[in-house]
């Protein structure tokens, strides 16, 4: 096999030498973006980029050759990354490197490199060799399959907690209501009522786990019926976050069974997505306010509102966009606004960003995600 | 009055599925395996038999299965605990298809009693 790929390579150089029009072809039809720089010019000027370049970053050849290719990169690209290429190029090595970068659009994209040190015939450093490719949809399906697991995983360990909680209430709640007649003592009974009380509200607790888990999660149904989907996924996100957190509902519809074209847990996803984000804005204090209602006949709305520092205006588009995230917060992917804006706009609708709740000191008003769905008559 | 055969893994609700039936002036013979169900139910006349089909231990819906294959056997209630992550998920539908009445825990007194004496007093 070995020697058999050796005279594979040569057999390439031969014709390499006699037809220079196979290197061409092989650059212009790679679908793999391929740039060159010239390692004997100062600042690594690119001295070639093939058509899946042009093509990715919406740059011409002409505005691309010349320069140096950090060109790509921008406002959130992490410095980390750019120090790693710049470390393999003073020591001439090939390396690997995921990164941020913007097309000429300035739409950011995930971009994967390889950067690797071309040698001449006499060993000395001619060039730098690029290759890359744009991975930002595989990236957001992978986040996607990714939460959609984790709410299956959920989903089925909250379903088996739930039947063991029932299996410890149950005996509670029965012996005590079953009992409690032939309780003479009005003072006792008054104890009595008061623990079947409490036991009958872990119940309910333990019921709402219940209902999050019994197949809902596990349903490739692509419908999500309203209000209960949306109750459903409400319960689940309260237990994701702080106590501190204030969650109002309206669900107030005129109509009762609203059918909504998205499977629940996808549904489940963006409103846990866009109710978190709102949880951090408020830093885990503030108030999230959650309504659904019907309009123009056809149509559902869902908002989301609450009393953080809002988004301006300007930068309301941006908060869909791969990436974006107020620098702050370094935990989250980055992709969480995005997927949900691709799984809405997948099934027809849309997200609006508006103004939501007046903040606690009354001076700013916090942030609103709508989103807009058509319902399934 | 009622022969009703409980059968229950979970010691603590089998007591109080028990106890309330007691209450209402049943008669129960309790145990906590299916298959001790069955040998039971083989001994003795029962109108009713209850039990758990999603005890890990011992599986529930062969008893359901059983019971209802034979020709005149007693009615039967099916306990289920609902949830996901359980696998036997066919088995549980036939099994509940098959029982007379089903009872998805949890349930109150007044449920079980209800159930029962729907099923008894005709
Ligand atoms: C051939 C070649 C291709 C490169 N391609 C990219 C690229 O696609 N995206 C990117 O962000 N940086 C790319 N770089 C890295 C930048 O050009 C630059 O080397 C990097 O930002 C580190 O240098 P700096 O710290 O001076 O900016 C490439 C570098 C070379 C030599």
Redesign the interface.
């Known amino acids: 096999m070995q020697k058999q790929s050796d005279q594979g390579y040569q057999a390439l150089e031969t014709i390499l030498g006699d037809s220079p029009d196979l290197l061409k072809s092989l650059l212009e039809g790679s679908p793999d973006t391929i740039s060159l720089s010239d390692a004997r010019q100062p600042d690594l000027p690119l001295t070639y980029v093939n058509p899946s370049f042009c093509e990715t970053t919406g740059y011409g050849s002409e505005e691309a050759l010349g320069r140096n290719c950090r060109f790509l990169q921008g406002e959130d690209t992490n410095q980390d990354d750019v120090s790693i290429i710049r470390k393999a190029i003073a020591e001439r090595l090939p390396v690997d490197v995921v990164l941020l970068n913007y097309k000429k659009s300035g739409e950011p994209f995930i971009n994967a490199l390889r950067m690797a040190p071309i040698f001449d015939k006499s060993g000395d450093l001619s060039a730098f060799l690029g290759i890359q490719r744009d991975i930002t949809k595989e990236r957001l399906r992978t986040e996607r399959d990714l939460a959609q697991n984790r709410l299956e995983a959920l989903?089925?360990?909250s379903?088996?907690l739930?039947?063991q909680l029932?299996?410890?209430?149950?005996?509670i709640?029965?012996?005590i209501?079953?009992h409690l007649p032939d309780i003479a003592d009005p003072a006792i009974r008054k104890d009595l009522e008061v623990s079947l009380y409490s036991a009958r509200q872990a119940?309910d607790l333990?019921?709402n786990l219940?209902g999050l888990?019994?197949?809902k999660f596990?349903d490739s149904s692509d419908v999500t019926m309203l209000p209960d989907g949306l109750i459903r996924a409400v319960e689940l996100v309260r237990l994701m976050l702080p106590p501190t957190i204030t969650l109002e509902t309206d669900f107030e519809t005129p109509a009762k069974d609203l059918r909504v074209p998205i499977s629940e847990t996808l549904f489940a996803q963006v409103i846990i997505n866009i109710v978190t984000n709102a949880a951090q804005a408020t830093k885990n204090i503030g108030i999230i306010r959650i309504e659904l209602s019907e309009f123009e006949d056809s149509r559902v709305r869902i908002s989301i509102a609450d009393n953080g520092p809002g988004i301006p205006k300007t930068l309301r588009d941006k908060v869909f966009t791969p990436f974006y995230s107020s620098k702050k917060e370094k935990n989250g992917s980055g992709l969480g606004l995005s997927v949900v804006l691709q799984i809405i706009n997948k099934v027809g609708g849309n997200i609006i960003v508006s103004d939501g709740l007046i903040q606690p000191d009354g001076d700013g008003i916090g942030c609103m995600f709508t989103i807009d769905l058509q319902k399934i008559t | 009055m009622c022969q009703i055969l409980l059968i229950d893994d979970?010691q603590?609700?089998r007591?109080?599925?028990a106890?309330?039936l007691r209450?209402a002036g049943h008669e129960v013979v309790e145990t906590d395996d299916g298959n001790k169900g069955l040998e039971i139910v083989s001994k003795k006349q029962f109108d009713l038999v209850i039990t758990d089909i999603?005890m890990p231990a011992s599986d529930g819906t062969d008893v359901v299965y059983a019971l209802k294959s034979a020709k005149a056997g007693p009615k039967v209630i099916a306990m289920s605990?609902?949830?996901?992550?359980?696998p036997a998920k066919e088995a549980l539908q036939l099994s509940t298809s098959q029982a007379d009445a089903v009872l998805k825990?949890?349930?109150?007194?007044e449920d079980l009693i209800e159930t029962v004496s729907g099923l008894t007093s005709n």
Request: charged share 5%; aromatic share 2%; no cysteine.
């Open positions: 989903g089925t360990a379903g088996a739930a039947h029932n299996n410890l209430l149950h005996p709640t029965s012996l209501s079953l119940a333990s019921n219940l888990s019994r197949g596990h | 979970m603590p609700v007591h109080a599925i106890a309330t209450k999603m605990g609902g949830g996901a992550g359980i825990k949890p349930f109150t007194n």
